[in-house]
C-alpha cells in the first residue's frame, strides 16, 4: 500500500535527459506504453493516442482504482499525455499525421496489418518525416508464417521455449510470474530508439525498427539456445537451479528457504567450510564445478541435510560473513521492507497522487528517472491537435 506519510515530490528531479523529443504512442496494453514509460521517465513528451470514447485497454484491466482507471493503467502510462483520434476516419488520420510530422518517435504495437492498412506504417511516415524513428513491435515477428498472427505475453514464453525451462523437472512448463516478455520488449524499444536517435545526431535520417515479443523471448534464453546448438544440451526445467553452476540452487533451513549461488571453486570452499565440511574442497568428485556438475544429485542432497538443522538467518549470516552468494527468499512485501531496498530509493510515494511508484532500475548523476505524475485522463490533451 502507498505510504502518503513519506511522500517524495520535492526528492524527484524533473527528467530532462530527453528533453525536447516527441514521442507519439500507437501503444495499448503493456509493451509499447512501458516503452514510452521509460522515455516519459527521461524526459520525452510521450503523447498517447487513444480510441475515442474507450482508450486504451488497459484503463480496464483489473479493478478501477480509486474509482477510476485501473491501477496497470496508471502505472504504465505516467507523466504522458493523451489526445483521442480515430485514425480510421479521414479526419482522424490526418489529424495524427500533423502530429508525426512534428515528432521524433513513433511507438506501436497494433495488431499485423491494422497500420499498413491504414497507412500509418513505417515506410508511410518516414516517408512524411524524414527524421523519424519508427519502432514497430509485433508479437511473432515482421516476416515468416506466424507474422500476421497476433499474439500475447503467454503466447511468447509458451512458443519461444521460454516457459519450457520454467517449473520443476516433474511438473509443466510455466510461464514467469511476471511478463518479461512484454517488459523487456518496451525496454528494447526504448533501448533500439535512442540508439537511432544518436545515428540520426550524424546522419539527419531516421529509422524503420522491427521488433517482436517472440524476438525478446528468444534472447532471454539465449544462454540456452547457445548451448543446445553448439554443446546438443537440450535446456530441462530446472526449478531453481542451474544448468552450468553447482551449487546453485535454493535450499530448505528450519524456517524458510535460501538461496545459495556458489559461482566458483573458491565460493565453493568457503561454503564447505561454513557446513562443517572442509574436505570437500579436495575431493575429487566436488573439487571442481565440472566435477560437481557430474555429482550434482549427491552433492544438493548432501548440502539440504546440513542446511535443515540451522534457521534461514543463522545461515545467511555465516555465509554472507564468509563471501559466499546467498539470500533469503523473500515474499515482496518483505523484501520492499527490507533497508537494501529502501536504501536504493527506486520506490517512491507521491503526495500528489497518493500513489507508490517504482522508478526506472537505474541513476544518472545520482538522480533516479521516474515520474510521480499521474497518467492522464482520456483525451485529456486533445488541445494539441491544434499545433
Known sequence: MSDGGHCMNEQVQTAEWLKGIRVIELGQFLSAPYGGMILADLGAQVIKIEEPGSGDGARRMGMPYGGGDALLFRDLNRGKCSVTLDFKSESGRAALLELVATADIVISNLRPGIVAQYKIDGPTLTALNAGLIYCDL????????????????????????????????EGPPLR????????????????SAMAALQQRARSGKGAIINLSLLDTALAWISMDISGYLNEGRTPQRRANGHPLLVPYDAFETQDGPLVIAAGNDAQFARLANILGRSEWAAMPQYSTNAARLTNKETLIAEISLILKTGTREHWVQLLQQAGVPC?????????????QVQQQGIIKHSCKTHRATVCLPFTIDGHRPGSLEEAPSLGRDNGLLAI
Open 138 to 169: 509485433s508479437a511473432f515477428g515482421h516476416s515468416g508464417p506466424l507474422s500476421p498472427l497476433p499474439g500475447f505475453e503467454p503466447l511468447a514464453q509458451a512458443y519461444s521455449g521460454l516457459a519450457s525451462i520454467n517449473g520443476t523437472p
Open 176 to 191: 514467469t510470474g511476471t511478463s518479461i516478455v512484454d517488459m523487456g520488449s518496451g525496454m528494447w524499444i526504448a533501448i
Open 327 to 339: 539470500s533469503s527468499y523473500n515474499s515482496i512485501p518483505e523484501a520492499i521492507a527490507s533497508p
